[in-house]
């Protein structure tokens, strides 16, 4: 079998710099945009060039395979600066066991724009709108507020016995919304998803916990034909990456009775 262009491009990378060389039980491994793209001045037409690519892997599966073999995973820690980690970087998407729900939308008129289309965004939006993200959450209080990129205050955490430090990182939030008494961040994806890197989902938290003595609630939401599903997600120890757990889910049919 051929060899993926990201397994050829990040083999590249490991011999430059020695990295198959470092003990990271001992510590994590920086590194940057700038070097990665020496590599691939010095090996030209060698693997793909593309930083954004090479590090935005986000499903244990699409990781590089000195990654896999490994045990590693990356993560941001600012601009253009990376860390090498081993240990779990990634959280399972369980299937939701429940039979689906069918759920009335509290919308007095049937809409039809938000069923144009496929992004994630808009599945989001037409829950929302719906009320089923309320309903979800029991908090009818619940109003849009946070949406796009933004990027992170200085935080510290731990992966293992690894403690990262981070600053001006960029997260994206795919909704956000406030209520009288918590804060609701939400990562949607279109496609079916078995697993997705705890990142993900644990930046933008941090990040907002800077923001507001509010809990903050963190809820990874998919959408695949009709069925619209949502997993809530805590960090039982904030300052801990892999506390992260599920509290509850469910899958939901939105129908209209108008």
Not at 38 to 57: H, M, P, S, Y
Not at 228 to 253: G, L, P, Q, T
């Amino acid at each position: 079998m051929a060899k993926r262009r990201i397994d050829e491009s990040w083999e590249l990378i490991f011999k430059k710099y020695k990295i198959y060389d470092h003990d990271f039980d001992s510590s994590t491994f920086h590194i940057t945009s700038d070097q990665i793209r020496d590599v691939f001045r010095e090996f030209k037409g060698a693997g793909n060039r593309d930083v954004r690519i090479l590090v935005k892997r986000d499903t244990r599966e699409s990781r590089p395979q000195v990654f896999i073999d490994r045990n590693l995973f990356l993560l941001p820690v600012k601009n253009k600066h990376y860390v090498i980690v081993r240990g779990e970087g990634y959280v399972d998407i369980p299937p939701i066991k429940e039979t689906k729900k069918v759920y009335t939308s509290k919308l007095d008129f049937k809409l039809e724009t938000p069923l144009i289309g496929n992004s994630e965004m808009q599945h989001v939006d037409f829950a929302y709108a719906a009320s089923l993200i309320r309903t979800f959450m029991k908090d009818e209080s619940l109003v849009l507020t946070i949406r796009g990129r933004k990027y992170t205050p200085e935080f510290s955490f731990k992966v293992g016995k690894h403690v990262i430090e981070t600053q001006s990182v960029q997260t994206e939030i795919d909704a956000g919304y406030e209520g009288k008494n918590q804060v609701v961040l939400v990562e949607a994806k279109n496609f079916k998803a078995e697993n997705i890197i705890i990142r993900q989902l644990y930046y933008p938290f941090r990040q907002w916990r800077t923001h507001t003595q509010k809990p903050v609630v963190t809820l990874f939401f998919g959408k695949r034909g009709k069925t619209y599903s949502v997993w809530h997600f805590r960090f039982k120890d904030i300052e801990n990456y892999n506390s992260i757990e599920m509290v509850k889910s469910a899958c939901f049919e939105i129908v209209s009775d108008v």
